[in-house]
Every structure is written in C-alpha cells, then in structure tokens.
C-alpha cells in the first residue's frame, strides 16, 4: 500500500513538473507572438502614414494646377455657369402618356397566385 | 482518588503530550521514523497545495498588466500629431525615417568604416565624421534621418559599431503651399515657429519630457484653413507679384462670422520641408508680425466710428472744398473735389478731408477710444506664437486723430485691421482671429458687440457702393456682389513720406448684402505698369488681384452667383430714408 502511495506521489510529482514547464514555455511563447504582433500593427501603421503622406503629395493642389494646364483643356469656372433648382423649366406634361410593355404583359397575366402564395382552399 | 486524580493529570498530560510528540528517550525508534515521514510528506504536501492554488488563481484572474512593450529600435524623437485643414486634408505628417548612429567603442577600424561611410554619404563632412569615429565616446549620431535606401546599402557594407535608429521625420507633402502658418520644427522634431509651436505649447513638449509621446496615436489637429483657397490666394498672389514687381504681396481671407482665417499667405515664404530658408528676414509673416500704416481703408473704421457715435448720418455732408490746415501741415484729397462732400461721397470718392473732417467731429478722447475698443491699439495675440505691437502715437493730439482717420500715423499689423472691418461688417461683433476650426456658436460665445447692427449695415452698402462707383470697381466681381475699400499708403522713407513707395491694399467683402468673407489682399511697393496708365494705387494692382482671388475661390466657399442683386443706390436711398425718418 506505501509502496503503491509512493509510486503514485512520485509520477504526480515528474507530472507536475512537467505541466507547469510546458506551461510556462506556452506563455513564454505567446508573449514573443503578442510581441511580433504588436511590432507588425506598428509596421502597417508606419506604412499608412507614408502613404497617406505620398497621397498628400500626389493630391497637391499645385502638381494637380500643373498638370491640369498642361494635359487638360479645362478653363477657370465663370459665375455664369452655375445655376440654381429654382431656373430649371419645370417637367412639361406628355401628351401622349406613356407605354410602358412590361407593365402591360405583367397587368395581361395577372399572377393573383405566386409559388409562394398558395391559392386559397374551398374556392 | 480525588487528591491524586488532580495532581497526577498535569504531569501525566505533560507526559502524554510527550509521548504524542515522540519527544523523548523512552520512545521507539521506528515509530518516531515513522511519524517523522509522515511530519515531511505533510509539509510538502501543504506546499504544493499552496502552489496548486496560486496556479489556479493565476489561470482564473487575467493579468492586469496590458503594458505595451516598447522595442529599443523605436522612434527617438517626438511623434507630433497630424495637422489637418478644415476638410481633412493632411498638412504636416510624420513619417518613419532611419537615422545613423555609431557605438566609437565598438568600432574595430574607424579609417575603414569611414570610407566605407563617405562613399554612400558623399555629403557628410570627413574631418567631423574622423572627429566622431575615434572619440572615446558611448554613442554618436552620424547622420539623421537618412533614406531607406542610403540604409540598405550602408547596413550591407556590414561595419560593425554602426546602427540604426528609426526617428519620426516631419513632413509637409503641400511643400510652400501652407508655410507661415504651419511653421517649422528642428531636427528633434520639436516646433519652433507656427501652429507647430502652438502644439508644443498645448502639452506635446511635456508629453516628450515624460516619455510618453513616442507613438502616433494622437489626435489630429484641425485647422480652419481650406487647402484650395489657400492656394488660389498664393497663386494669384505670387502671380500679382511678379506682374507689379513688387517687394512683398499678402493676402488672408477671414470668415467674419467666425473669425476663422480660411487663407492666409504671405510672400515671399519658404517650404517648410527646407526650413533653412526660413531664417531669411525678407520671408517673414507680413500680416502678423509686420506693423504697416493701412492707408484709406482705415477710413472704413473712421465712418463706422463717426456712424456709430450719431455724429453723422449718411445725409451728413462735410466741408471739403479746401485742404485741411493743421499748423505747417496740410491734409489734401487725392482728387479735389472742392464742395461739400456727403458720407457716401467721402467714402467713394476716399476724401481724406472729409475723414479728416468726421474724425475731429467726433473728438481725440471718442476716436482713441474707439479705436482700442475695435482693437487697434493692442497686440494681437492668435494662436501663431509671432505678433507684432502696433506703433501709437505717444502723444496723441488732433493732428495724430486727423492723420488716422486716414490710416497714417497708426502703425497696425494687416490681420489686426483686417479684424476691425470684419467688425464693422458682420453686424457689429469684434471677434479675435484664431487659426483652429471654430463653430459660430463658440463666436458667439467670444464676440464682444461693438457697434449698432444699424451702422453695420450702413457700412456693407457703403462698401458696395464702393464697387459699383468709386475706387473698388476693379474689384467687382459679376455675380459675387462684392464690396470693397482701396487703401494706399505712403510708405515711411528716411522721415519722410515717399511719394513713389507705396503700400497698397484692398479689402473686399463677399458678398456684400450678407458678408461672409473678408479678403485683404496687400501690395508693398507695387511698380506703375503701361497698363495701369502709370498709376499704382489700390485701384490698379491690389483690386484686380482681389477680382482674380475671388473669381476663384468664391466656388469654393459656397458662395452661390446672383445676377439680379439691385443696385447699391437704390438700397442706400431707403436706409437713409429711415435714418432720417428717425432723426426728424
């Protein structure tokens, strides 16, 4: 019976052992994860901030100014260009109105009862 | 026994305890063995016990401690935030540069690594890069903020003692577009002028100090600059520059209602990415830290004041028709007239008798204290660390309060004017410029009233008058109903006015029914030019610069084009009416 006790507390003792060292190179492990994640989130942070700089750069107003007079023919807005809704001509009226053919075929077959509706029973 | 039962159970519960302990001669050998194991096995077993339940109470509590590892290769210098304008665009950002350092005392050959370093960096200096290689010292920078590329090839060269660090570098991706107002920061991304300074101010220099302002994860900050106003205004103002080959030409467009400054420019100036240049005295901020005598567009505070007091209506009339004697001095109109001149006369014709004339009406003590109340007299202190102190008289007397009343002898800076006419046109609210976005409640909230909304409105049709018939035609935008007044000075020379060196400006409102914009547009020492038929007042350089600025940033601003606007006359003729209506 001692000798069984003994056994016993001695493989609980290796298992122990072992448990707690596995546990502790796991933690040291996600550590060094947790450490190279947080140094990529910082890379990809730096990146969008350089380029969010080169877009800056590219979206200058004076490299857009150059390049505009130099490959476009657009010309400086002139007041008179703008209008306001209240000069637009209001919608004239049809005479004739008009014939829509998709409207008409749906209206001829008159789909009452769908796949999904079922007709109604005792009619 | 009774006697011996209490006698005897104190020594035999001493001795029992004794013989339970196993303490003793008399006691067997394998028993007290026995009981001295299992005494061991307890007290490990109660040890590991104590562990086993710590190791659950760790499994079971999550750790507090979410401190963030800083890595030694990170960033040196301070991460500044980003400056945005009023739409969100980025101004100034900070980019991940490496930068070059070197350990001397783990240097195994600095001849060899000197070479090796002055051939990828032709530009570093030999004798202060030898210098730096053979002191003795722990640590020694040797180039800041080099390219990745310059980095590659020198981390292959493979010398060792020589490291990298990366550093936060400051740039500006608009180069000169945003200058004065940005400012500049030195090498440890520090700022030392502008808005750059005012961020240092608001706490980031003592983030620094505590080591904590290392990363990027601050808020932005917004300015009320608007990127494309401020380049049309930089554009036509570089452009008027070297049409009227002037020494400096300025321009700031200010939202009256807000008092936030939406443009502002000033050149000659520098890019920011290069801020050497900035040391340059020709490329200081003209419109705060320069003083300049405005010329007649101070007459727009002299009859805003004269307006205001009640001395005059714009009915009033004024003696014109002599030059005004004031000792061995004498006050003349650009253009004599020589009769009687009303108010709205006075202001189209820009009469400085008749300034002249409305000033001393409302006497030295009312025109002083007016002034000071529109805040002419005092520093103007905006968010920019740079201001200037306006040059008063000392000894004020009539003639000072005669020649001021047409914007000579009172020294202001141009923002601070610009300040004063915004008041006198937006409803009669002084509101202080500011840099940062602002909501019209918080103007609110800031605005000190300072004239009667009555007078401002007298002033807008005034203005407008001004544009459709007086000196500001030039100016008249189609579409805009722009109102403006010309201003041009003499400049000081040697103590005497100089009739050839001129400062001229403009301040132009837009529009003119309900102003929401003013633009100063100024000139220093525009050339007459064949087409200006030899003139080179306000009228001919700084008025159709404002017509080129507003022409293009008023789509920009929102503002919607009305062509069916009455006419300024008409408009006048009914608030005079009411006026006099009132008086009679």
Same mark, same amino acid.
């Given at each position: 019976?001692?000798?069984?006790?003994?056994?016993?507390?001695?493989?609980?003792?290796?298992?122990?052992?072992?448990?707690?060292?596995?546990?502790?190179?796991?933690?040291?492990?996600?550590?060094?994860?947790?450490?190279?994640?947080?140094?990529?989130?910082?890379?990809?942070?730096?990146?969008?901030?350089?380029?969010?700089?080169?877009?800056?750069?590219?979206?200058?107003?004076?490299?857009?100014?150059?390049?505009?007079?130099?490959?476009?023919?657009?010309?400086?807005?002139?007041?008179?260009?703008?209008?306001?809704?209240?000069?637009?001509?209001?919608?004239?009226?049809?005479?004739?109105?008009?014939?829509?053919?998709?409207?008409?075929?749906?209206?001829?077959?008159?789909?009452?009862?769908?796949?999904?509706?079922?007709?109604?029973?005792?009619? | 026994?009774?006697?011996?039962?209490?006698?005897?159970?104190?020594?035999?519960?001493?001795?029992?305890?004794?013989?339970?302990?196993?303490?003793?001669?008399?006691?067997?050998?394998?028993?007290?063995?026995?009981?001295?194991?299992?005494?061991?096995?307890?007290?490990?077993?109660?040890?590991?016990?104590?562990?086993?339940?710590?190791?659950?109470?760790?499994?079971?509590?999550?750790?507090?401690?979410?401190?963030?590892?800083?890595?030694?290769?990170?960033?040196?210098?301070?991460?500044?935030?980003?400056?945005?304008?009023?739409?969100?665009?980025?101004?100034?950002?900070?980019?991940?540069?490496?930068?070059?350092?070197?350990?001397?005392?783990?240097?195994?050959?600095?001849?060899?690594? !000197?070479?090796?370093?002055? &051939?990828?960096? $032709? %530009?570093? +200096?030999?004798?202060?890069? /030898? =210098?730096?290689?053979?002191?003795? *010292?722990?640590?020694?920078?040797?180039?800041?903020?080099?390219?990745?590329?310059?980095?590659?090839?020198?981390?292959?060269?493979?010398?060792?003692?020589?490291?990298?660090?990366?550093?936060?570098?400051?740039?500006?991706?608009?180069?000169?577009?945003?200058?004065?107002?940005?400012?500049?920061?030195?090498?440890?991304?520090?700022?030392?002028?502008?808005?750059?300074?005012?961020?240092?101010?608001?706490?980031?220099?003592?983030?620094?100090?505590?080591?904590?302002?290392?990363?990027?994860?601050?808020?932005?900050?917004?300015?009320?600059?608007?990127?494309?106003?401020?380049?049309?205004?930089?554009?036509?103002?570089?452009?008027?520059?070297?049409?009227?080959?002037?020494?400096?030409?300025?321009?700031?467009?200010?939202?009256?209602?807000?008092? !936030?400054?939406?443009?502002? &420019?000033?050149? $000659? %100036?520098? +890019?920011?990415?290069?801020? /050497? =240049?900035?040391?340059?005295?020709? *490329?200081?901020?003209?419109?705060?830290?320069?003083?300049?005598?405005?010329?007649?567009?101070?007459?727009?505070?002299?009859?805003?004041?004269?307006?205001?007091?009640?001395?005059?209506?714009l009915?009033?009339?004024?003696?014109?028709?002599?030059?005004?004697?004031?000792?061995?001095?004498?006050?003349?109109?650009?253009?004599?007239?020589?009769?009687?001149?009303?108010?709205p006369?006075?202001?189209?014709?820009?009469?400085?008798?008749?300034?002249?004339?409305?000033?001393?009406?409302?006497?030295?003590?009312?025109?002083?204290?007016?002034?000071?109340?529109?805040?002419?007299?005092?520093?103007?202190?905006?968010?920019?660390?740079?201001?200037?102190?306006?040059?008063?008289?000392?000894?004020?007397?009539?003639?000072?309060?005669?020649?001021?009343?047409?914007?000579?002898?009172?020294?202001?800076? $141009?923002?601070?004017?610009?300040?004063?006419?915004?008041?006198?046109?937006?409803?009669?609210?002084?509101?202080?410029?500011?840099?940062?976005?602002?909501?019209?409640?918080?103007?609110?909230?800031?605005?000190?009233?300072?004239?009667?909304?009555?007078?401002?409105l007298d002033m807008r049709y005034l203005m407008r008058l001004?544009?459709?018939?007086?000196?500001?035609?030039?100016?008249?935008?189609?579409?805009?109903?722009?109102g403006?007044?010309?201003?041009?000075?003499?400049?000081?020379?040697?103590?005497?006015?100089?009739?050839?060196?001129?400062?001229?400006?403009?301040?132009?409102?837009?529009?003119a029914d309900?102003?929401?914009?003013?633009?100063?547009?100024?000139?220093?020492?525009?050339?007459?030019?064949?087409?200006?038929?030899?003139?080179?007042?306000?009228?001919?350089?700084?008025?159709?610069?404002?017509?080129?600025?507003?022409?293009?940033?008023?789509?920009?601003?929102?503002?919607?084009?009305?062509?069916?606007?009455?006419?300024a006359d008409?408009l006048l003729?009914?608030s005079?009416?009411?006026?006099?209506?009132?008086?009679?």
């Amino acid at each position: 019976m001692m000798r069984l006790l003994n056994i016993l507390v001695i493989a609980s003792l290796i298992f122990a052992a072992a448990f707690v060292y596995k546990i502790k190179f796991d933690s040291t492990l996600q550590i060094e994860r947790v450490a190279k994640l947080h140094g990529q989130i910082r890379r990809e942070r730096d990146a969008i901030a350089t380029l969010r700089a080169e877009w800056s750069r590219l979206d200058d107003p004076a490299r857009i100014q150059a390049l505009a007079e130099r490959h476009l023919t657009l010309k400086p807005v002139s007041p008179t260009q703008f209008g306001a809704f209240d000069n637009l001509p209001s919608r004239p009226s049809d005479a004739v109105p008009p014939v829509d053919p998709i409207a008409a075929i749906l209206n001829a077959s008159r789909p009452e009862f769908t796949g999904s509706i079922a007709p109604a029973v005792g009619r | 026994m009774a006697f011996s039962s209490t006698v005897k159970p104190a020594q035999a519960r001493w001795q029992r305890v004794m013989h339970a302990l196993l303490y003793g001669n008399d006691v067997d050998r394998t028993v007290k063995a026995k009981a001295r194991l299992i005494l061991v096995v307890v007290g490990f077993s109660i040890i590991y016990s104590v562990i086993a339940a710590r190791l659950v109470m760790f499994a079971v509590a999550s750790d507090g401690h979410g401190a963030r590892r800083t890595v030694s290769q990170d960033a040196v210098a301070t991460a500044r935030p980003d400056i945005l304008d009023r739409n969100g665009r980025i101004l100034a950002t900070d980019v991940k540069t490496p930068s070059l350092f070197a350990e001397p005392r783990k240097l195994i050959d600095p001849d060899e690594a !000197e070479e090796l370093l002055t &051939a990828v960096l $032709p %530009d570093l +200096d030999r004798k202060e890069l /030898r =210098e730096r290689l053979t002191s003795r *010292r722990g640590f020694v920078w040797l180039k800041r903020e080099i390219t990745p590329k310059q980095q590659q090839e020198i981390h292959r060269l493979g010398i060792p003692g020589i490291g990298f660090l990366t550093e936060n570098k400051r740039v500006y991706p608009n180069g000169p577009i945003v200058s004065h107002e940005l400012g500049i920061v030195n090498i440890d991304n520090q700022g030392i002028a502008g808005i750059e300074k005012w961020i240092d101010g608001q706490g980031l220099a003592a983030l620094h100090m505590a080591g904590l302002a290392t990363d990027r994860l601050q808020r932005p900050v917004d300015l009320a600059l608007d990127l494309r106003v401020q380049f049309a205004l930089r554009d036509e103002l570089a452009k008027a520059r070297e049409k009227f080959k002037a020494k400096a030409a300025a321009g700031v467009v200010l939202n009256v209602n807000t008092g !936030e400054i939406t443009a502002l &420019a000033s050149e $000659p %100036d520098y +890019d920011p990415n290069n801020p /050497r =240049e900035a040391n340059d005295p020709t *490329r200081i901020n003209r419109l705060t830290t320069g003083v300049y005598e405005m010329g007649s567009t101070f007459k727009v505070l002299t009859v805003a004041m004269a307006l205001d007091s009640g001395k005059a209506t714009l009915n009033s009339t004024f003696d014109a028709r002599q030059p005004l004697h004031y000792g061995r001095f004498a006050i003349h109109d650009y253009e004599p007239k020589h009769r009687f001149l009303s108010v709205p006369e006075i202001f189209t014709f820009s009469s400085n008798i008749g300034a002249a004339r409305m000033a001393l009406a409302v006497g030295v003590e009312g025109h002083k204290a007016f002034l000071k109340k529109m805040g002419q007299l005092d520093r103007l202190r905006t968010e920019l660390p740079e201001s200037a102190e306006p040059l008063v008289p000392k000894h004020w007397g009539e003639l000072n309060t005669v020649t001021i009343a047409f914007g000579h002898g009172l020294s202001v800076a $141009p923002l601070q004017a610009a300040m004063g006419i915004a008041a006198t046109v937006n409803g009669g609210l002084l509101i202080k410029p500011t840099f940062l976005k602002r909501s019209p409640q918080e103007a609110q909230a800031i605005a000190k009233r300072v004239l009667k909304p009555e007078t401002s409105l007298d002033m807008r049709y005034l203005m407008r008058l001004n544009a459709e018939k007086g000196t500001a035609t030039f100016a008249n935008v189609k579409g805009y109903y722009v109102g403006g007044k010309t201003g041009t000075a003499e400049k000081v020379v040697n103590g005497h006015y100089s009739k050839h060196k001129l400062l001229t400006d403009f301040m132009a409102i837009l529009p003119a029914d309900k102003p929401r914009y003013l633009l100063l547009i100024m000139l220093d020492e525009p050339q007459p030019l064949p087409e200006t038929h030899g003139f080179a007042t306000a009228g001919w350089n700084a008025g159709p610069t404002a017509a080129k600025v507003i022409a293009r940033i008023a789509p920009l601003l929102d503002i919607e084009p009305r062509f069916d606007m009455p006419k300024a006359d008409q408009l006048l003729l009914v608030s005079a009416k009411e006026s006099t209506r009132e008086t009679r």
